[in-house]
Structure formats: structure tokens, C-alpha cells
T-cell receptor, first 114, second 114 residues
């Protein structure tokens, strides 16, 4: 069964628009970790954020913000005032305490047009 | 701080040939991971090491894939013999330990099997 679902395959926006990426996860554990990674065209996965299951506070880092809602098993990611450099594939991932490996979603390709 | 190093960056081989990839993790990171990323998909874990020992190799095709991590630092991943479906990017990642810490990824090795 898919543990992490990223329903949006591709999103295209014009520069300065906001874009929200959806992530829905599935787990039976009460302790777990959620992550977002960015994969630009160069191919290297870049760590963006780690959130544990007990911390439901939303987080903002510059133009990036994350909305974690345990009630809906969602961990959504918003880029405010998008820029061309934000063009990349974004992956949501889940880590569970039985093995702590990352289970990745299929990724969402974001294209920001000038 | 130096990141995760991988070599080679690109490799083209014919089916039934052998190939090896090398990874040097971030200094002090006890846990090392090898992932396979097929085009258009999220990375899939092949094997996880904690220091010298294997934690999880349940998704490693052991009839053709092998991996080792000597002295708990560098690691090599080998494919012998390669099949067409092995064409993918092979990503190495490391983390402080295997308990939910964020994983840092190397640039990957893009393998093409013809």
C-alpha cells in the first residue's frame, strides 16, 4: 500500500504566484517523521524540513511554509511568491520507527515560468 | 562540511555487464542508505547500513545486487549482471543514525543499461 500520496503530478505557475503541494500519508504508528525534499534539475535531493508526529505547529522558513494536520494525515507545503529557481520535483516522505527508512511519494513537478 | 560524495556520476554499460558505484558519507554519520530512483518515480530504498552492519536489505535484488560498507565508512554497490530494467539513478544518503534524523543525499550515479 502506498504510504505517501502526492496526488498532484505537475503544477505550473507564473512567477510570484503561490503554489501549494499536497501530501497525504498513511501509518499505524503514533511516532513518525515527515520530510520534504527538493530535487532540482541537477538531480541532487535537497533536504527541506523534518517534522515529528508530536509537533503539529506550522512552520515558516522564508518563502516556504508547511501545514501539518494529523486529523487529516496531511503535511502540505506552500511556496509563497514563487521564483524560477523553485522549479524542481518536490518529494514528501515518511519515516516510521520500525525501520526509519524513507518512504517517498511519487513527487510533484513544479514549473515556475518567468 | 563536505556532503555525500558519489562516483561515477554517469555510467553506460551493456546488459549482462557488471558495474560498481562508490559512496563516501558525511563524516560522523553512522547510517548509510542506497536508493534506486527510476525516472518519474520517488527513490526506493535498496539497502540500509548502520555502521558496518546491514539493517534492511529486503528490497535488494540479491541475485544480482550486492553492497558492502567496510570499516563503517565508504560503501560500494555492485550490480552483476546488469539488466535493462536496472537503468536508473542510484542515490547514496547518510544520516547521523537511523532513528528518524534527516538523510542527506549525494548527487547520484545515473546508470544506463543498453
Amino acid at each position: 500500500a502506498q504510504k505517501v500520496t502526492q496526488a498532484q503530478t505537475e503544477i505550473s505557475v507564473v512567477e510570484k504566484e503561490d503554489v501549494t503541494l499536497d501530501c497525504v500519508y498513511e501509518t499505524r504508528d503514533t511516532t513518525y517523521y515527515l520530510f520534504w525534499y527538493k530535487q532540482p534539475p541537477s538531480g541532487e535531493l535537497v533536504f527541506l524540513i523534518r517534522r515529528n508526529s508530536f509537533d503539529e505547529q506550522n512552520e515558516i522558513s522564508g518563502r516556504y511554509s508547511w501545514n501539518f494536520q494529523k486529523s487529516t494525515s496531511s503535511f502540505n507545503f506552500t511556496i509563497t511568491a514563487s521564483q524560477v529557481v523553485d522549479s524542481a520535483v518536490y518529494f514528501c516522505a515518511l519515516s516510521e520507527p520500525n525501520d526509519y527508512k524513507l518512504s517517498f511519494g511519487a513527487g510533484t513537478t513544479v514549473t515556475v515560468r518567468a | 562540511e563536505a556532503g555525500v560524495a558519489q562516483s561515477p556520476r554517469y555510467k553506460i554499460i551493456e546488459k549482462r555487464q557488471s558495474v560498481a558505484f562508490w559512496c563516501n558519507p558525511i563524516s560522523g554519520h553512522a547510517t548509510l542508505y542506497w536508493y534506486q530512483q527510476i525516472l518519474g518515480q520517488g527513490p526506493k530504498l535498496l539497502i540500509q547500513f548502520q555502521n558496518n552492519g546491514v539493517v534492511d536489505d529486503s528490497q535488494l535484488p540479491k541475485d544480482r545486487f550486492s553492497a558492502e560498507r567496510l570499516k563503517g565508512v565508504d560503501s560500494t554497490l555492485k550490480i552483476q549482471p546488469a539488466k535493462l530494467e536496472d537503468s536508473a539513478v542510484y542515490l547514496c544518503a547518510s544520516s547521523l543514525d537511523g532513528t528518524g534524523y534527516e538523510q542527506y543525499f549525494g548527487p547520484g550515479t545515473r546508470l544506463t543499461v543498453t
